[in-house]
């Protein structure tokens, strides 16, 4: 089999919400380690690379609509580069990195760009379409963290704690100190 490698990695720095990095585009952002990536390997030929993979699991505004299309667009990359943007919420980024690797291992792939995008703070809110006709309910939705559009057999069924809160109800239940998190 053959192996993956990871021959370089580049990163925007991590922001605060509503902090310096709020101004910009989350589909700008996820192109800017791709123009990094490109500014310092000029020796590889970017005709050659077989897929680029991104996680985001927001997907609801600027990073709506294939995020990774529009990175490898606004990176400037030969626009025969494909590009799928993966949804597996706070796992997307990590399994955009290993769909890549099994597609290098399995021989379908020799040259893939993977990592992921995320603007918590450039997220919209978002208002469902009425159920029936003149209908003047409306409901919106921030979509920064959590459910939306929550389907009642779901609420019921499995609960609809948002990721931060299933982490605290974990740590309750199992006893995990915050240290011991951090660690």
Not at 51 to 80: F, H, K, S, W
Not at 154 to 182: F, L
Request: net charge negative.
């Amino acid at each position: 089999m053959k192996q993956a490698y990871i021959c370089d990695g580049i990163r925007t720095p991590f922001g605060r919400y509503a902090g310096t990095l709020s101004a910009i585009r989350t589909d700008d952002l996820a192109a800017a380690p791709i123009k990094e990536l490109m500014a310092r390997s000029t020796g590889v030929d970017w005709t050659k690379v077989d897929d680029l993979l991104y996680g985001c699991a927001n997907q609801a505004g600027e990073d709506n609509r294939n995020v990774a299309r529009m990175a490898v667009l606004l990176a400037g990359l030969p626009i025969t580069v494909p590009a799928t943007t993966i949804n597996r919420l706070c796992g997307s980024s990590l399994d955009a990195i290993g769909t890549a690797a099994r597609a290098i291992k399995s021989q379908e792939a020799n040259l893939v760009i993977a990592g992921g995008v995320e603007s918590m703070s450039r997220s919209p809110y978002v208002t469902g379409k009425a159920v029936e006709s003149f209908s003047r309910t409306v409901k919106t939705f921030d979509t920064t963290l959590g459910w939306r559009f929550v389907n009642r057999l779901m609420q019921e069924k499995y609960g609809i704690e948002s990721m931060p809160e299933t982490a605290e109800n974990v740590a309750e239940q199992y006893e995990i100190s915050r240290h011991d998190q951090d660690q």
